[in-house]
């Protein structure tokens, strides 16, 4: 909540306070100390984990020192517009075109300066991407990603505090934030000031009340982010009277396996896996994105569907971790036929054939796929066969506080509120009003970014004082 800092005073008080110690918190605090202010970071968990730690690592960005090396050419025009296709124009053109003129610089400075071990992924594009633009970590994990980010903060000697979890701002009448107040998971309570305040404190994705509000579709879906989202900047912005956008927005996906709870490799699927329901029968354009293919799968008998792929995909799977831990798990099985995927699953022969049959007349150009997929290129699969029962999944909100092209977050009538600035999930994103929008990799793309830039206009903003 909102207390008063009418005649309040602070026992500590630093320049610029940033609540989360994400991937969005911690690039906030490492450019504002590279621009000569000090900030604390405010973890809710004991240790700094986050969407950010369950993310698979992948950020896209245009324009990057390891494209040029690649020989990939890209431009900050390609990637707006890759952004402003995907979520149907129904975003902000104007943020879409800051964020990726930004994101070329943000990669190569966690390359260069924090040391992040990013390499272009080659071999398939993500849905939406009309060049190789996705920079990942060598397991593709978000554990990789955190790792080298705290141990950033050791290195640069930033101020961290956790467990601290922020339950209520300091604010006047004009909705300057002069401080905050944390509860300890003992009960202590700790008043700290602060010039400027930067929420990177996610989403609301495991706030089961404002799910049922804004996205009532994935209200009975497995939840498969960070407990602790649980849309506290969109509920503090609102109360000192911020704007926000897109609250219907968010990333689910279509593949997590059932029951065990790992994550299937989109590219088997733009590779020539497919998707069927439990009477063996597609259901969808299963290539349009992993976001809008949740409420699909979820749409389905029980919940759950099969997907399957070949060897070709099973190769590319393998430089994921949450790949390998499905194969370690049993969640992946294979088969040398289709009558033997059939057997092995449960799923009517006959159906699965037929299906295979009409997938691969699709392929030969005999006829026209009834889901508007686009087989062009794409070869019939082929034995030895891997298949896993997977169900959809809420991953993380997309919708939240308005900001700037400064990470400065707005009013209703478009003026600023004096001092706080968002980024990551705490901040509207670029994928419009619903699932559908998201591009791949629209989470990390915005937290870097806009913590970037957050923790370097909110350094300007206390040098100007």
Known sequence: MILSSQDKSFDLSVPIIVIGAGACGICAALTAKENGVESILLERDETPSGSSALSTCLIPAAGTKLQREEGVEDSIDQFAADLIAKAKEQNDPEMARWVAE???????????????????????????????????????????????????????????AAPAPVTDLFADESGHVHGVRITRPDGAIEDIGCQALILACNGYGGNLEMVEQHIPEMADALYFGHVGNQGDAVLWGEALGAATADLGSYQGHGAVTHPHGTLIFWGVLTEGGIQVNLEGNRFSNEVRGYSEQAVDVINQPDHVVWEIWDHGGHELGLAFQDYREGLEVGAIREARTIDEVAEKSGMPPAALTSTFESVEACIRGEAEDAWGR??????????????AKVTGALFHTQGGLVVNEHARVLREDGTLLPNVFAGGGAARGLSGPSRWGYLSGNGLLTATVLGRIAGREAAKLIAAK
């Open 374 to 387: 686009n087989w062009q290129g794409v070869e019939l699969l082929q034995p030895p066969y891997y298949f």
């Open 102 to 160: 930004a994101s070329g610089s943000t990669v190569d400075w966690l390359v260069e300066t924090v040391g992040l071990p990013l390499t272009l992924v080659k071999g398939f594009k993500y849905p939406g991407h009309s060049v190789f633009r996705m920079h990942g970590s060598p397991n593709r994990t978000g554990s990789e990603l955190m790792g080298v980010l705290t141990d950033t903060i050791a290195r640069e000697n930033l101020d961290i």
